[in-house]
């Protein structure tokens, strides 16, 4: 519904340890920029002062410091909306807003769908819009977040929801854990030749210090084990880590994603 033609042009600055804070350039604006979880504010400044850019927006996915620890800051030289989901551990937002919600920002030339993904916190949500998908710690390349507040359904069924989406969707996920989360896929789901394929890509890509995203809905379907809790060989490797039967997808992720919590490569 609100996929375009014209891909989005978005780039990667890095913060911390692996996170990512993408800066959304503005289709109807030249030089503006929406920026997603700024978790530090420094970094973002200084790409922004490097490339000539200015500040339009933020979008927030979820709660946690290093993904809003930035905002203030940003605030100081920039008066620009906030947009993030109602949780009263954000104080920095001047409009929240909740699954099923459209953000429209059109004198930027951008509109997001709001879909809430709770698992890795409470009130978590993801924006969708222009075949592109900002989604935070719920869905790494690979991957899922930890569920810090959520049950394995809810987590799962956000994550089905996430995976339902066009397989065109180019995934922005909020770090880069791409390579460590394909030793553990590899680990469970050894004979996929598609992960041992996107495994060596991938390599190539950190080699030459470039980020491994943005992945894609498709990609995900096919190498992602959290996406792939019915496939034979997935379910198989979560029983004999379990040492039992599972009784249905739900288990398996529950099992997949203690597993992947204690894997060391
Ligand atoms: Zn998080």
């Known amino acids: 519904m609100t996929n375009e033609t014209n ?83 954000i104080t920095v937002t001047s409009r929240t807003v909740q699954g099923g919600e459209r953000v429209a920002l059109p004198d930027l030339g951008l509109v997001f769908e709001v879909l809430a ?26 991957g899922c977040g930890r569920m810090f507040e959520g049950t394995a359904l809810q987590m799962r069924r956000s994550l089905q929801r996430l995976a339902a989406l066009p397989g065109s969707t180019r995934m922005y996920c909020g770090h880069e854990y791409t390579a460590a989360n394909l030793k553990f896929a590899l680990a469970v789901d050894p004979d996929n030749s598609s992960a041992r394929a996107y495994c060596d890509a991938v390599a190539v890509r950190r080699a030459a210090d470039e980020p491994s995203l943005p992945s894609t809905v498709e990609l995900e379907r096919a190498v992602n084990p959290f996406l792939r809790c019915g496939d034979a060989a997935v379910r198989t ?10 009784a249905d997808e739900t288990a398996v992720f529950a099992e997949l994603r203690g597993w992947k919590d204690g894997f060391r490569a």
């Not at 203030?72 to 109602?86: D, T, W």
């Not at 490797?237 to 599972?246: F, N, V």
Request: proline content about 8%; hydrophobic content about 50%.
């Open 7 to 89: 891909p989005l042009t978005v780039r990667a600055v890095r913060a911390f340890a692996d996170n990512y804070i993408w800066l959304i350039a503005a289709p109807a604006r030249p030089g503006a920029v929406v920026a997603v979880d700024p978790g530090d504010a420094a970094p973002v400044r200084a790409e922004l002062e490097r490339c000539g850019l200015s500040l339009a927006a933020i979008l927030l996915t979820h709660h946690h410091a290093d993904h809003i620890g930035g905002v203030a800051a940003l605030l100081e030289h920039a008066a620009v909306p906030v947009i993030g989901p109602e949780d009263e551990r």
């Open 117 to 142: 993904v709770p698992g890795h916190t409470a009130s978590h949500v993801a924006f969708w819009g222009h075949d592109a998908l900002f989604c935070g710690d719920t869905l790494f390349s690979a």
């Open 237 to 246: 490797a979560a029983e004999r880590h379990a040492g039992h039967p599972l």
